[in-house]
Structure formats: C-alpha cells, structure tokens
C-alpha cells in the first residue's frame, strides 16, 4: 500500500477508511513467527499488510497460559497461633503543675495584652494613643521578666540535649 500524498484528501480518507476496517485484525496472535509473515524484503518501513494480519490465531486465552500473566502457585498461609497479648504501657497520670509565680505571670500578662492590642487594631478596632504606649510597655516589660527569671546555669549531668 502506498502512501498517499498530504493533498490528495480522498486518497486520505480512503487509507484512514482501510485502516479502521482492518483494526480488529491487528490485535489478534499470530499462528506462525512474523518473521515467516514479512521477510526481511518485506514492507516499506516495517508496515504491516492486511493479509499478513489475517492469518493471526483469533484465540483470546494466550495470556491465561503466558508466564508473565500467571501467578505463582504458593500455599495459603497459615495463621499463626495466638500468643498471650502482653498489656500496653500504661504511664502514670502527670502530676498537676504548680501555680505560676507572680512575677512570670505578670510577664505573660504583659505579652497577652500587646498581643491583645495589636491583633485587634489589625482588625480595625480603634484606640486611643495611651492604650498603644501601654501595650508597648507591657511587652517590653513582659519579656524582660521572663527573661530573667530563666535559669542561668544548668544543672549537672543535664547533658546536651536529646539523646538517641
């Protein structure tokens, strides 16, 4: 079969017609090697013929008995026997963490409050000038106790951090 040429829209539509009519034939096995079917003289760039495709075998259940389409044959596995489930660890409930001192409660309330402020002016809350100065303080203030109140050394055999 020759190619027709890109402006002659007929031979085009008749090469495309041939085409789909021969679909169902280009899917189906071969009863002898392609090889024997196109010799290496064969077609032009490997095409195959319409005659060459009917002669495939039209026996759907090739791929039941290929080896690449099969499953191993492995037993089904046994279940194991129950062994006795062990408890789950359990840890003890936590003790109730002490009350805050005052100073490190009056540093968070300082912190709160700018915080407080500042979101709600973003929202677009309107205050007056003090109320900025007051907030301003209160998270200066606010950091510099907490900061002071952190321990300055650490205590012995702390080691450096996580340990794996």
Do not use: C, K, N
Not at 1 to 24: L, N, Q
Not at 126 to 149: H, K
């Amino acid at each position: 079969m020759t190619r027709p040429s890109e402006d002659d829209r007929g031979a085009v539509d008749r090469a495309f017609a041939e085409m789909v009519a021969g679909y169902h034939l280009t899917a189906e096995r071969p009863d002898r090697p392609v090889e024997e079917i196109e010799p290496s003289g064969g077609p032009v760039g490997g095409e195959r013929t319409v005659e060459a495709t009917r002669s495939f075998d039209p026996d759907p259940r090739w791929a039941d008995e290929h080896p690449l389409f099969r499953f191993p044959d492995q037993p089904e596995p046994q279940p194991e026997p129950a062994e006795p489930v062990e408890p789950r660890y359990r840890p003890d409930p936590l003790p109730p963490l002490p009350p805050p001192a005052v100073p490190a409660l009056l540093g968070w309330l300082g912190i709160g409050w700018a915080a407080a402020v500042v979101l709600s002016a973003a929202f677009g809350a309107r205050f007056p000038t003090w109320v900025g100065w007051v907030a301003v303080l209160g998270f200066v203030g606010g950091f510099a106790v907490l900061v002071t109140r952190l321990p300055r050394h650490r205590p012995p055999g702390a080691g450096d951090g996580a340990v794996l």
